[in-house]
């Protein structure tokens, strides 16, 4: 399983911001139990979605450690991404 992952920290009202680059791609945001899940192929829960424009804008519920993901859902392609937080 391919996969880009980066680590964030949210306050309270902050927004994810994912530029892509290459093709569209499913861009989640989880905590860590869920991505633990999702690596292990197990189901989980998360935030966002496939996106087809750049850039994704997610927000999480609430402030704290998330980890982002970017994956092609198992088509092939090659994708680069760059993960800011906003406010």
């Known amino acids: 399983m391919k996969f880009l992952h980066y680590e ?7 927004a994810i911001l994912v ?3 290459g093709t569209e791609a499913n861009v989640m945001v989880m ?13 989980f829960k998360y935030f966002g979605g496939h996106y087809k424009k750049s850039p994704a ?4 519920p609430n ?6 993901v970017v994956d ?3 088509y092939a392609g090659k994708i680069e991404a760059s993960v800011q937080v906003i406010q």
């Not at 804008?57 to 999480?60: D, H, L, Q």
């Open 8 to 14: 964030v920290t949210t306050e309270t009202g902050d």
């Open 19 to 21: 530029s892509l680059s």
């Open 31 to 43: 905590d860590d139990s869920n991505f633990r899940s999702y690596r292990s192929r197990s189901s």
């Open 57 to 60: 804008v997610v927000r999480p």
């Open 63 to 68: 402030s704290g450690h998330w980890n982002v």
């Open 72 to 74: 092609l859902g198992g």
